[in-house]
Structure formats: C-alpha cells, structure tokens
C-alpha cells in the first residue's frame, strides 16, 4: 500500500534562475527538473525539514526562508504513483559559491543527482517540466 509523503521544498532564485536537480524517468523517457528539499522526518517541522535538507544537498544553510503554501502533488516516476503533501518555502543560499556554477553534485540520500541554475522561464513554461507541478507563474513572474 502506498502512502502520502510530507514533503518541505524550497524555491531558490538568483539572477533570474531557479536552482533545481535534475532527474530521469526511465519508463517516460525525459528528463524532469525537481525543487530541492525533501520528507519530513516524524517530530520535525516543516521548517527544520528544509533548512536540514538543503544542508543535506548542498552544504548550505537558507536565510531569508518564508514559506509560500502548501502544495497537494500526485504523479506518476518510473511507472508508480506517488502522492505529496509539500510544504513549499522561498529562501536564499549562503554558499554563494554555487552562483557561478552551471551544474554541481546534489546529494539525495545515498545517491548524487545533477543540480543547475536553469532560467525562470525555461523552468515554468519550458519543454522540461518542473515538480511539484504548480502555478509557478503567480509565485516567481
């Protein structure tokens, strides 16, 4: 049986782009970009979830964090459905150093994923498609 997943996921924006990881669906066949963050962990907040993610992924702390809203996502990765509930956060970085990197490594638990800084527009209207899927246009246009 499956079950819904809390999630806490950050928008992280510098110079007109988004940071995001970068993911392959192997049974859809195409590249897919994700939020960083992740699950809640039983006796966490929100809050301390993605500030401890992100420290996870990328070494950084978050300043400036404010939470935006609650995102409902269903989908469909490698052929099984999953469900989410995210908690969605704006914040900054504090190693400043990844603004002049194009990709760099991502840790995702026990595996690294591609990390970029990919244009807002390209993000939200672009042939590749951004998840948790929501009306990114209100939030970052």
């Not at 007109?16 to 669906?25: A, E």
């Not at 939470?67 to 469909?76: A, D, G, K, R």
């Not at 807002?120 to 899927?133: D, K, N, R, T, W």
Request: glycine share 8%.
């Amino acid at each position: 049986m499956s079950q819904i997943r809390v999630k806490a996921m950050c928008i992280i924006e510098h110079d007109g782009k988004l940071l995001v990881s970068r993911y392959w669906d192997e049974v859809k066949q195409e590249y897919f970009y994700r939020l960083l963050g992740g699950s809640m962990e039983f006796g966490e907040t929100a809050e301390e979830t993605i500030r401890r993610e992100i420290k996870e992924e990328i070494n950084s702390d978050l300043l400036n964090l404010r939470f935006l809203q609650m995102v409902e996502n269903m989908f469909t990765f490698e052929g099984k459905p999953g469900h989410e509930v995210i908690f969605l956060y704006t914040g900054e970085i504090s190693r400043t150093e990844l603004f002049h990197k194009s990709t760099f490594v991502i840790t995702e638990g026990y595996t690294e994923v591609e990390g970029m800084w990919v244009l807002i527009q390209e993000a939200i209207s672009g042939p590749v498609p951004l998840y948790p899927a929501c009306d990114y246009k209100s939030i970052l246009v």
